[in-house]
T-cell receptor, first 115, second 114 residues
Framework: AQSVTQLGSHVSVSEGALVLLRCNYS??????LFWYVQYPNQGLQLLLK??????LVKGINGFEAEFKKSETSFHLTKPSAHMSDAAEYFC?????????????FGRGTSLIVHP | DTAVSQTPKYLVTQMGNDKSIKCEQN?????MYWYKQDSKKFLKIMFS???????INETVPNRFSPKSPDKAHLNLHINSLELGDSAVYFC?????????????FGDGTRLSIL
């Protein structure tokens, strides 16, 4: 079984500041990891995913995430926040092989960006 | 062009009624999903279809019945609606048999039970 913990249900940053959204996972087998973004009144959009290969993954809108196996983490970062980044962010995990290929989602982190 | 479209966007109805939500994707994807998002934004998979065949059927009451007439459509019918069914329901799709999970989501159907 796998699970995801997103630390902090809300993260508040100033425009131009570094964005760091934390995600730790639990999986008995190597994982695939995902970050999704949900803007108000919309569905989720896939920001980026890690499957195999390079552990630093670049996504859309300037976001990136690094898979750290030793820390069981997949934190999402962006060097400089824009007002348009304000949204809900979801981390998700699924096993790379075996079991269900349906990702398990975290509870989400709401990113608030102040002018 | 909308990749994954759901109708209706809002659905307000009374307890005990039967309702349907429709979903269509124009991406040529072979896998479609239904998710339920509760008031605390927790997302839970309900069903997954691959090429019109049911792949995943999570612990969902029998009152929920998905139907996939072709691989571009996945509809959700709900019988005898209950207060606890109030939520946002998302349809999603992905390619390659869902190997890397849902890639595109619709904008959701906000279901409110009175």
């Amino acid at each position: 079984a796998q699970s995801v913990t997103q630390l902090g249900s809300h993260v508040s940053v100033s425009e131009g500041a570094l964005v760091l959204l934390r995600c730790n996972y639990s999986s008995s087998v190597p994982p695939y990891l995902f970050w999704y973004v949900q803007y108000p009144n919309q569905g989720l959009q896939l920001l980026l995913k890690y499957t195999t290969g390079a552990t630093l993954v670049k996504g859309i809108n300037g976001f990136e995430a690094e898979f750290k196996k030793s820390e069981t983490s997949f934190h999402l970062t962006k060097p400089s926040a824009h007002m348009s980044d304000a949204a809900e962010y979801f981390c998700a995990v699924r096993p790379a092989s075996g079991g269900s290929y349906i990702p398990t989602f975290g509870r989400g982190t709401s990113l608030i960006v102040h002018p | 062009d909308t990749a994954v479209s759901q109708t209706p966007k809002y659905l307000v109805t009374q307890m005990g009624n039967d309702k349907s939500i429709k979903c269509e994707q124009n991406l040529g994807h072979d896998t479609m999903y239904w998710y339920k998002q509760d008031s605390k934004k927790f997302l839970k998979i309900m069903f997954s279809y691959n090429n019109k065949e049911l792949i995943i059927n999570e612990t969902v009451p029998n009152r929920f019945s998905p139907k996939s007439p072709d691989k571009a459509h996945l509809n959700l019918h709900i019988n005898s609606l209950e207060l606890g069914d109030s939520a946002v329901y998302f349809c999603a799709s992905s390619q390659d048999g869902g190997e890397v999970g849902p890639q595109h989501f619709g904008d959701g159907t906000r279901l409110s039970i009175l």
